[in-house]
């Protein structure tokens, strides 16, 4: 037979298991506000088969939209463009470019980075972003 003190101390801490796992369950609670703010970033790879270099800078608003400033190897002229995103929250999204790129993205819960990877066009393009700024550069 069990001693009645240690039932006691086996319920209590079966009731603080019960009490903390649901928050361990949940996870990060990602959203489109996780990422804001200006974000850089350098990436290298393959685009239709020949090697491509990009360097830039985002600002994201917070709200599902982005503002990209960006030099790119094929033209080597400054350009600026705009994005639609979507994070879920467990924190990977999508962000569509308006000249036609999507990329998929893996955020941290914190925003201070995320994970990209280009999937269409098809090439292997990928990186990471990093925050340098909470403020919104236009």
């Not at 974000?39 to 982005?66: C, H, N, R, V, W």
């Not at 990209?68 to 467990?90: F, K, L, M, V, W």
């Amino acid at each position: 037979m069990i001693p009645p003190h240690k039932i006691f101390a086996l319920t209590i801490l079966s009731c603080l298991s019960l009490v903390t796992a649901p928050a361990y369950a949940k996870g990060p609670a990602c959203s489109n506000k996780t990422l804001k703010g200006t974000y850089t970033y350098s990436i290298q790879g393959l685009d239709a088969g020949k090697p491509y270099a990009e360097s830039g800078m985002e600002t994201f608003f917070g709200d599902g939209t982005l503002l990209s400033r960006y030099t790119e190897n094929q033209t080597g002229t400054p350009a600026t463009s705009h994005a639609t995103y979507q994070i879920e929250a467990d924190c990977h999204g999508v962000i569509h470019y308006d000249y036609g790129s999507i990329y998929h993205i893996y955020a941290s819960p914190d925003g201070k980075s995320y994970a990209y990877i280009r999937t269409q066009p098809q090439g292997a393009i990928s990186g990471i972003e990093n925050r340098v700024s909470k403020q919104l550069i236009q």
